[in-house]
């Protein structure tokens, strides 16, 4: 009887397996990925790293790119980075976001806005573009490294993206 | 398998042995906005063609990852010269999304973005 138990409650943990596709199977709805960037765009603004550590895949070797600079992997972005950038008053827009799905890879391109106030008193207002790598891990779709630039919307700095 | 990403050299080259890896939907991101290949292509290279022959560039090591049919590759450099009477000292990044075609790699999307050095 202890043997059928077993049997069975392992039949079921196999069943509700392969009940939930949703698991290996990546969703390409741009909604989601969508969200995600949302959740990323406040979580700068507010110096919250919560959205990060949510969102993005902790793995060894990422790397997160913004004009010539990097960050490396997720604490050092989190804390040396978007914590900082946050206090200068970061309001941070995202618009025109382009999915692009690849089976369980994705990417997206979004247009940005960046307005902040520098601690000697500049205020410094760029548009660019941002690109988010995602895959697709345990059913959600993770970031695995960005690169974004910008340059002054008024000033021309011809050395910069 | 490692892709063979073509490095950077196809940015600055217009070749037609690299053209082929671009995608047909290939975007291109960089100042100025969002391209297509035919874009690029018929507009910004030349100009790029004669500043990367102008100004030295030194390229880091290309980073690749690969998941399935899909890799993307990234690279640092640090241009420093001067271009006509305008001096340049800039460090920048790239970005490449590749995924497999048949047996080949087509670059899906590029990234280049950069600013002056400090």
């Not at chain 1, 741009?30 to 110096?47: C, K, N, S, T, Y």
Request: aromatic share 8%; proline share 4%; net charge negative.
């Amino acid at each position: 009887m202890k043997k059928i138990c077993m049997g069975a409650i392992l039949a079921t943990f196999a069943l509700a397996g392969c009940a939930d596709p949703g698991l290996d199977t990546p969703d390409h709805d741009p909604a989601l990925v969508e969200a995600i960037l949302e959740d990323v765009r406040v979580g700068w603004e507010h110096g919250d790293g919560a959205a990060f550590y949510m969102h993005f895949l902790d793995w060894e070797g990422a790397r997160y790119f913004e004009g010539g600079g990097q960050n490396v992997g997720l604490r050092d972005l989190v804390e040396n980075h978007v914590e900082p950038e946050a206090e200068l008053g970061l309001r941070l827009g995202f618009s025109n976001i382009q999915t692009h799905f690849e089976e369980n890879f994705a990417w997206a391109v979004v247009d940005t806005d960046i307005q902040l106030t520098t601690p000697d008193g500049q205020d410094v207002h760029n548009r660019g573009h941002g690109t988010y790598l995602l895959r697709w891990v345990d059913g959600a779709w993770k970031v695995v490294h960005t690169q974004s630039g910008s340059s002054p919307v008024r000033a021309e700095n011809p050395g910069a993206d | 398998m490692r892709p063979t990403p073509v490095g950077s050299s196809f940015k600055y080259v217009d070749d037609p042995s690299h053209a082929h890896a671009l995608a047909d939907d290939v975007t291109i991101l960089e100042s100025g906005g969002v391209e297509t290949k035919q874009q690029y292509r018929s507009g910004r290279l030349s100009g790029d063609i004669a500043f990367a022959q102008a100004v030295p560039r030194e390229w880091g090591e290309i980073q690749v990852e690969v998941v399935d049919d899909v890799a993307w590759a990234w690279s640092t450099s640090v241009t420093q010269g001067r271009m006509g009477d305008r001096e340049v000292n800039a460090q920048g990044a790239e970005l490449m999304v590749l995924a497999r075609d048949g047996g080949d790699w087509r670059i899906k999307a590029i990234h280049w973005s950069s600013r002056p050095r400090r």
